[in-house]
Structure formats: C-alpha cells, structure tokens
T-cell receptor, first 112, second 117 residues
Framework: NAGVTQTPKFQVLKTGQSMTLQCAQD?????MSWYRQDPGMGLRLIHY???????DQGEVPNGYNVSRSTTEDFPLRLLSAAPSQTSVYFC???????????FGPGTRLTVT | AQTVTQSQPEMSVQEAETVTLSCTYD???????LFWYKQPPSRQMILVIR??????QNATENRFSVNFQKAAKSFSLKISDSQLGDAAMYFC??????????????FGKGTHLIIQP
C-alpha cells in the first residue's frame, strides 16, 4: 500500500511551457484534491474531486486544469507556466466517510 | 469564506518543556472540524490531532492536546514534554461539515516550532 504518490519530486519549467503533475492513490479513496504551498503561507486548495468524472474549483484554480478519469489518478495540468506558479504542490486524498486526509510527498516546481 | 489565523510565526521551547501554539478561526458555520498538521523539513504533511466542533471534550493524542473554545473560535495546540523530533512547521486547518461547498481544508500560515536542546 503506497498511499498517495506524486511525480515528479522536482521540476523546472520555462515560462510558457506546459506540464502535468501526476498524483495517484491506491486506497480507493473517493475524494482527491490539489493544494499549493508558497513561502510563508499555508496550503491553498486549487482543485478537488469527489469521484471519477467529477471535479470542481478550489480557492486558487486559475492557470490549472484537472480531470479524474479513474478513482486512482488525479493529474494537475499547467497549460502555460508562469513564474507565479513557482510553488510546492501537494496532492491529497480521503475516504468520503472519513475526516483523515492523506497527503503525498509534494512536488517542488520552479518556473523561470 | 472561512479564515484561519496563526498569530505566532515562530515559537521556541526548551526540550522537555511545554509549549502552546495559538490558532483562531472565523466562520459562520456551526458544524465543522479542526486539525493540527505537522510539516517537518521533509515537507510531508502529518496529521497531529483533530477536533469535531460538536464535541465539547478536548482531543488528546499522547503528548499533544488541544484547547477548543468554540464561542471564542479558538483552537490551540499544547505539546507537553517537547522533544527534538517535534521541531517542525505546525499548521492549523479548518474543514466545513456542511455539504455543498468545496471539499478541502483551509489552512493558517503556520508556526515554526524550534526545540532548544
């Protein structure tokens, strides 16, 4: 049982490039979400999903797309990277009937 | 929208002593959950303790306990017998128990806890 996994761990992009941050969980959790963490800030919710085929926006969704074609995977797409998207990104999941949210190890993204 | 405020950017405590981290929140909801997360330098987010707003009894997990004051919207974390391994960033977080809104946590900005040997 690997829990929540994220790839890559580190990534450097140039402004305007696109990329996908991968997130997978093997716990059959219905709910998954993406957060970003900037220096001196707590985590902020980008997008979330309550099940396969269902996604919605969080607090800071601009510049990001998500999809949820399977229960296990919840990728986060940056369509045209900007320096303001330099951050650490966390994926998380939880069971619908549980309070406990499990976090992945994070991806540190730098946009130059 | 809910907000979570941690007014102590940094705290320092001697090993084996007790330290209290402060958290206040603002919400118009009556049913919600509160959490404390620990983030060591590895940056892994680790759940320390949680509290359901409908429960009057304060949650306790070994050396960690909370002082939940619902009327004052205050949720402080007390760490007893501080250990070197407790050094980390600590985040207070809020989750609504009401349906229909975004499913996610609202975090404070964190408190950096330093343990002096």
């Amino acid at each position: 049982n690997a829990g929540v996994t994220q790839t890559p761990k580190f990534q450097v992009l140039k402004t305007g490039q696109s990329m996908t941050l991968q997130c997978a969980q093997d716990m059959n959790h219905e709910y998954m979400s993406w957060y970003r963490q900037d220096p001196g800030m707590g985590l902020r919710l980008i997008h979330y999903s309550v099940g396969a085929g269902i996604t919605d926006q969080g607090e800071v969704p601009n510049g990001y797309n998500v999809s949820r074609s399977t229960t296990e995977d919840f990728p986060l797409r940056l369509l045209s990277a900007a320096p303001s998207q330099t951050s650490v990104y966390f994926c998380a999941s939880r069971r619908q009937d549980s309070l406990e949210q499990y976090f992945g190890p994070g991806t540190r993204l730098t946009v130059t | 929208a809910q907000t979570v405020t941690q007014s102590q950017p940094e705290m320092s405590v001697q090993e084996a002593e007790t330290v209290t981290l402060s958290c206040t929140y603002d919400t118009s909801e009556s049913d919600y959950y509160l959490f404390w997360y620990k983030q060591p330098p590895s940056r892994q987010m680790i759940l320390v303790i949680r509290q359901e707003a409908y429960k009057q009894q304060n949650a306790t997990e070994n050396r960690f306990s909370v002082n939940f004051q619902k009327a004052a919207k205050s949720f402080s974390l007390k760490i007893s017998d501080s250990q070197l391994g407790d050094a980390a960033m600590y985040f207070c977080a809020y989750r609504s128990a009401m349906g229909g809104g975004a499913d996610g946590l609202t975090f404070g900005k964190g408190t950096h806890l330093i343990i002096q040997p």
